[in-house]
């Protein structure tokens, strides 16, 4: 009984492998290389120049806080050297520099965030299209995997789907 049993078990075994082969056989992989599609996507060109805008913008107001702190600081330095401000003053004045400079860090630490949240807004609907197309790609095309080109080890087969992906969006 225990040798029909373990002889029973290796031809279930066999079948799943021998399954296995043959349903592997029978998929299809692709891969793409997204460095060369996504750069020359018009999508990413104009979010990428409405970001360069936005970053211009966020930098000039923060490089302005900067130069009133700058400024602030001359003064209470002058009025310092001057033997203007009380040792009192003085302790109040760099409390309040150092407030300012808090301030400054975080309004550094908000424009960043705001940097980010405006790039996710404006590259979510490209790379939405991308990966849309990239799925009717795979359907119109039967595979069952597309991998990413730089991220594969070793390769030994699979298609190139780069050109229809590009064909797809419509990109040079």
């Known amino acids: 009984m225990k040798n029909i049993m373990k002889f029973l078990s290796l031809i279930a075994i066999f079948s799943l492998l021998s399954f296995s082969a043959t349903n592997a056989q029978t998929q299809k992989v692709a891969y793409i290389d997204p460095e060369v599609i996504i ?3 018009p999508e990413y060109k104009a979010a990428k120049s409405e970001l360069e805008q936005f970053k211009t913008i966020l930098q000039k107001q923060f490089e302005g806080e900067q130069a009133k702190m700058q400024q602030y600081y001359q003064e209470v330095m002058t009025k310092v050297q001057q033997g203007l401000l009380s040792p009192a003053q003085q302790k109040a004045e760099e409390e309040k520099l150092m407030k300012m ?3 400054l860090q975080r309004k550094g630490m908000k424009m960043e965030e705001d940097l980010a949240a405006k790039e996710q807004e404006l590259t979510k ?7 849309d197309a990239l799925k009717s790609i795979a359907k119109s095309n039967g595979y069952s995997y597309v991998l990413d080109k730089k991220l594969m080890l070793y390769s030994e087969g699979g298609e190139d789907a780069t050109p229809k992906l590009k064909a797809q969006l419509g990109v040079q």
Do not use: G, S
């Open 125 to 131: 609907p490209m790379y939405d299209k991308f990966n």
């Open 101 to 103: 400079q808090e301030e």
């Open 39 to 41: 750069p020359n996507m």
